[in-house]
């Protein structure tokens, strides 16, 4: 049978030994933890510190994931640190992000002298709280703590060297997976990006797409899958997805992105808790945070957004078993934008094409010998670091470990290759990417799919209603009595811009649902936002 349907998600930050590290795959050619290694990195005093089987679904401090952070995390050897990544970093970046430190952001001969004047007038000693905090990087979920990942890897396919595309942050890896090019960013920067992207070249191909979400999305970034009537009709809440497979309705290509909507409030604070509407499900670590002391004193009991993530891949995956029909024609991806910051055994790999944006002049190469940012002087001839990919179908033998080095790009190169085999690639890199679609080898669909209906909500997954589009986010409750105002986490302010930056562009347009809408400077705003946008996408479908 042929594959008609291709759905993927795509979670937040996370690697792959994190998170299926010490997964016990029957495969023995499994590249994990279990076997082999040393698998260690080094304290300040140079104390190995192994991977262990013993993380939490929440975190004191989110990891690093900046493209310095990752080059630190990387620790390249050799002259001017140009060599071959070691991944010998982790814990040293980790303890300098407790400390509310940053890595180097500079290079060059310049930057050289003076950080070697700053040595001299003041040596560097680990801040205080560091080495106790650094090797906690080294630590991987045990597979209990994602038990419907584990399992979706055991009886499907895992693959064990997928990579994100870029050392660097959310924005540039989810726009390769779309475009196959971060349009020469490394790190998040919110503006329009006009890369033509797959869900384009399908469209002018003659296959459909859509895109399902619960949130402000990322995807969001590019304009043109949205500016006109026709493509703003493919977004729809991910609310309507359960009713659209029920009723086998899906196009070629559909994109999933989970609810990036932090709690705004910690952990800690369990009457704040409970699966609200609107509460992220994204898996990043942010979303996951509590303080230093609640860390250590923590004992689950609560739902956080890790738990919430498994559940949506849950309810994703029961969604399409109970439409045996069209499931056995639909490959489910799962995977993660990049590692987050944690930890992973296997270095990147080295010498893939860049995808083609057009680089210095002469003058300026000269220019960076001398001063630069660590970031304008990647050529986007490495990967990023490894992280979970599992490839489920009915026609997927159980058991498979396919160790295919993919990235990001493989995801354009595969859906070009399925269902708009004449079209040209995207970019260099999709040109070059491995496809997956060697997975599927089975003639017909397998019976004998895992039941994993125990760890979904129905509820989450209803047909779509007017009040999916108009659920209001439930406001935390007081603080208690000493406790610090909660923060809104970094990351999410991108999520917050890039909502103001539709609000503009709606507003401008005349879309009647964002007239009444004040610009957007909050995650209430940017709810908003996607309510009205949501409301626009349903009119538009008439």
């Known amino acids: 049978m042929s594959v008609e349907h291709v759905v993927v998600l795509c979670l937040e930050n996370r690697s792959f030994d994190h998170m299926l590290g010490f997964l016990p ?24 510190v192994a991977a262990s089987p013993d993380a939490r679904p929440v ?6 994931h900046s493209h310095d952070g990752v080059l630190q995390q990387l ?47 003041s040596p560097s000693s680990p801040p205080p709280g560091t080495t106790a905090w650094g090797p906690l990087i080294m630590r991987s979920q045990p597979p209990e703590q994602v038990p419907v990942l584990a399992r979706l890897a055991t009886d499907f396919a895992v693959c064990d060297h997928w990579f994100c595309s870029v050392p660097g942050e959310t924005w540039p890896n989810r726009n390769f997976l779309h475009a196959a090019t971060s349009d020469g960013e490394t790190n998040i920067e919110i503006r329009p990006y006009y890369n ?17 979400h619960d949130d402000t999305p990322q995807a969001w970034a590019f304009p043109n899958l949205w500016d006109t009537a026709d493509r703003h009709a493919k977004w729809f809440p991910m609310t309507a997805f359960a009713g659209h497979v029920e009723a086998g309705d899906l196009p070629p290509y559909t994109f999933i992105e989970p609810n990036h909507r932090p709690p705004l409030h910690t952990l800690d604070r369990i009457a704040a808790l409970g699966g609200q509407p609107g509460q992220s499900d994204s898996q990043h670590p942010e979303n996951n945070l509590v303080s230093p002391p609640a860390y250590e004193s923590y004992a689950g009991g609560v739902e956080t957004d890790f738990e919430r993530g498994e559940r ?11 439409n045996s029909d069209l499931f056995a024609t639909t490959v489910f991806v799962i995977t993660y934008d990049e590692h987050g910051g944690f930890y992973d055994h296997v270095p990147p790999t080295e010498g893939v094409p860049a995808p083609g944006q057009a680089g210095p002049n002469l003058l300026t190469r000269l220019f960076r010998l001398l001063w630069r940012t660590n970031a304008t002087a990647f050529d986007f001839t490495s990967v990023g670091i490894r992280v979970p990919a599992v490839v489920v179908s009915p026609l997927v033998a159980a058991g498979v470990v396919d ?34 679609d ?31 589009v108009d659920r209001a986010v ?8 000493g406790e610090a105002e909660p923060q809104v986490p970094d990351y999410y302010r991108e999520f917050v811009q890039q909502a103001e930056l539709v609000r503009r562009h709606l507003d401008a347009v005349g879309e009647p649902e964002t007239q009444p809408l004040a610009p957007a400077t909050s995650p209430q705003d940017g709810h908003d936002v996607t309510v009205a946008f949501s409301k626009a996408a349903a009119r538009h479908r008439g």
Do not use: C, M
């Not at 975190?59 to 690093?64: A, E, L, N, Q, R």
């Not at 033509?196 to 399902?212: H, K, Q, V």
């Not at 949506?312 to 109970?322: D, G, S």
């Open 25 to 48: 795959h029957p495969d023995p050619t499994f590249e994990g933890l279990r076997d082999g290694g040393p698998y260690t990195n080094p304290t300040a005093d140079g104390t190995p």
């Open 59 to 64: 975190i004191p401090f989110g990891p690093d």
């Open 75 to 121: 620790a390249r050897g050799g002259p001017a640190r140009r060599g071959e990544p070691t991944n010998q970093g982790f814990i040293a970046s980790y303890a300098l992000k407790a400390a509310g430190r940053s890595p180097t952001t500079k290079g060059g001969l310049v930057a050289w002298l003076l950080g070697f004047v700053s040595r001299l007038k």
């Open 196 to 212: 033509r992207t797959i869900f384009e070249l399908l469209e002018e191909n003659g296959s459909d797409w859509r895109i399902y």
């Open 312 to 322: 949506l891949i849950a309810t994703i995956y029961e969604a399409l078993r109970k």
């Open 403 to 436: 160790h295919t080095f993919y990235e990001h790009a493989s995801v354009p190169a595969t859906l070009r290759k399925l269902f708009a085999p004449a079209a040209a690639p995207l970019t260099a890199r999709d040109e070059a990417a491995a496809t997956f």
């Open 438 to 468: 060697q997975l599927w080898t089975l003639p017909q669909p397998r019976a004998d799919l895992p039941d994993l209906s125990a760890y979904t909500k129905p509820a989450q997954l209803a047909p779509e209603a007017p009040s999916a």
């Open 474 to 481: 439930a406001p935390p409750p007081a603080l208690v009595p």
